[in-house]
């Protein structure tokens, strides 16, 4: 049985050296390249495989070779290309412009020399001693393209400011609060106001002033929005670094207890790789198994084995420890960030509710102020019996005084449910944000664990944002 223990802690011990020289070897293999294969050629089967190696070799190099030459065809030249005439002992840089006064074709009808004109005179050279220049076709056909290429590159940069502050107004719930969209969706499906906008002038003034006065009130959201915005990504953020440092802390020590190990196992297998050869030579002498001095081998190779698994016990129990307080401390780290982004999004909602308080007020006074306007109106055409310029929509309301007030009453109902309907939609997004930011935060803790550190180091809280919003 000592013998059986012995042998597998043996056979353990070269598994392991093996398992850690194919790492090497797989290593080197992929820093380095194939290790060299070294043919000895003194004998004649090797000395055939080199040779067929190194024929296959320079015949495998010839098939790499490209030649172009005479592959493609190219255009003529033609009478009044401007070309660049080349001089063997000057460099390109230098050499002489000159024009294409004739051109002298081959019996296949190519061109094979040129009468040039250049600013010392006139010459003939053979067309491999000139070099053409792009014609003011291709010049201006380049130019288009290469214009065309930078228009396109312009609109994917904009396009992309433009997904990435849309996405940045959606993150922060202000999103078409940065402009006058919310008073034109007032006006959305509205007939009953389109129908009271019709008095004139008057009503115009008053639809301006509606509007500066919303949109005084959205940028306060809008403004409001991007702080509260920049506040929870700090918040976020200084969560999600707290979670790397713990994760890379519980990393260090387990790699520091994997160490120590390792380094204990080494110190455990010598020892009974020593004690195992002295018990051996013991039995080679002829000394019986049941012999004082091997049963005192045999004892300290069993106290080995029980060091060796109450080590790596220990070992385990420590890793499992340091995982639980990690898993403690996320989870009230967890906790608190719950808390603290909840009360950071009440506070957020509360505020943008004093505000859309307001514009129901703004949309209240602009109803009075349309119905002291309109019974003015039809008051006045009463009045003098002057029917011609007023528009058929709103004629068939100049006798009933109580259709005016109902068109005003439903114009103002119309806006009041759409400043309802955005503070709602804000609310509820403010709260899906929260829950689904915790449900994903499970996962995402997980890809990150399992990630580099160089794609930790690049993950931001703007990402865990964006997935809780695609949500």
Request: with cysteine; charged share 30%.
């Amino acid at each position: 049985m000592q013998l059986l223990i012995i042998h597998s802690i043996i056979l353990f011990n070269e598994y392991l050296h093996g398992w850690r020289s194919f790492i090497r070897l797989a290593m080197s293999y992929a820093f380095y390249g194939a290790p060299r294969v070294h043919l000895e050629t003194n004998h004649r089967g090797t000395h055939w495989l080199t040779c067929t190696l190194v024929s296959h070799h320079q015949e495998y190099l010839t098939t790499l070779q490209q030649r172009p030459k005479w592959t493609t065809t190219a255009p003529n030249i033609s009478v009044g290309d401007v070309v660049l005439v080349k001089e063997s002992n000057t460099p390109p840089a230098h050499w002489h412009l000159a024009l294409i006064l004739e051109a002298y074709p081959g019996k296949d009808q190519l061109v094979r020399a040129v009468r040039l004109k250049t600013s010392s005179g006139e010459l003939t050279r053979p067309i491999t001693k000139v070099a053409v220049l792009p014609r003011s076709e291709t010049v201006r056909e380049l130019r288009e393209i290469g214009d065309k290429q930078e228009k396109e590159i312009q609109t994917r940069e904009i396009l992309k400011r433009e997904q990435s502050q849309a996405s940045r107004l959606a993150s922060s719930f202000v999103e078409h609060l940065d402009g006058h969209q919310l008073y034109a969706s007032l006006w959305r499906c509205d007939d009953d106001g389109r129908i009271l906008m019709l008095v004139g002038s008057q009503a115009q003034d008053l639809a301006e002033e509606y509007d500066k006065d919303i949109f005084e009130i959205t940028q306060e959201i809008y403004k409001l929005g991007m702080d509260r915005f920049a506040e929870r990504e700090k918040e976020i953020q200084d969560f999600l670094e707290n979670l790397y440092n713990g994760q890379e802390e519980l990393q260090a020590m387990g790699q520091k207890e994997i160490e120590d190990f390792l380094q204990f196992k080494d110190r455990i297998f010598e020892d009974a790789r020593l004690t195992h050869r002295q018990l051996e030579q013991n039995i080679m002498h002829g000394e019986d198994d049941d012999s004082p001095e091997n049963l005192k081998l045999s004892d300290i190779i069993d106290k080995l084995n029980i060091q060796f698994e109450d080590y790596m016990n220990d070992m385990w129990q420590t890793l499992m420890l340091q995982e639980l307080h990690l898993h403690e401390a996320i989870e009230e780290s967890t906790t608190n960030f719950h808390r603290r982004l909840s009360e950071l999004m009440s506070k957020f909602v509360e505020q943008t509710q004093a505000f859309f308080v307001q514009l129901r007020e703004i949309a209240g006074h602009f109803s009075e102020n349309m119905t002291e306007i309109v019974t003015r109106f039809i008051s006045t055409k009463l009045a003098l019996q002057d029917f011609e310029d007023v528009p058929i929509e709103l004629k068939v309301f100049m006798d009933d005084r109580d259709a005016i007030l109902n068109l005003i009453a439903g114009m103002k109902d119309s806006h009041t449910l759409r400043i309802d309907e955005r503070e709602d939609r804000m609310a509820t997004r403010s709260k899906e944000f929260i829950d689904h930011m915790i449900d994903n935060l499970y996962i995402y803790r997980l890809d990150v664990a399992a990630a580099s550190p160089r794609r930790r180091e690049r993950t931001t809280s703007r990402q865990m944002t964006l997935r809780c919003n695609r949500r």
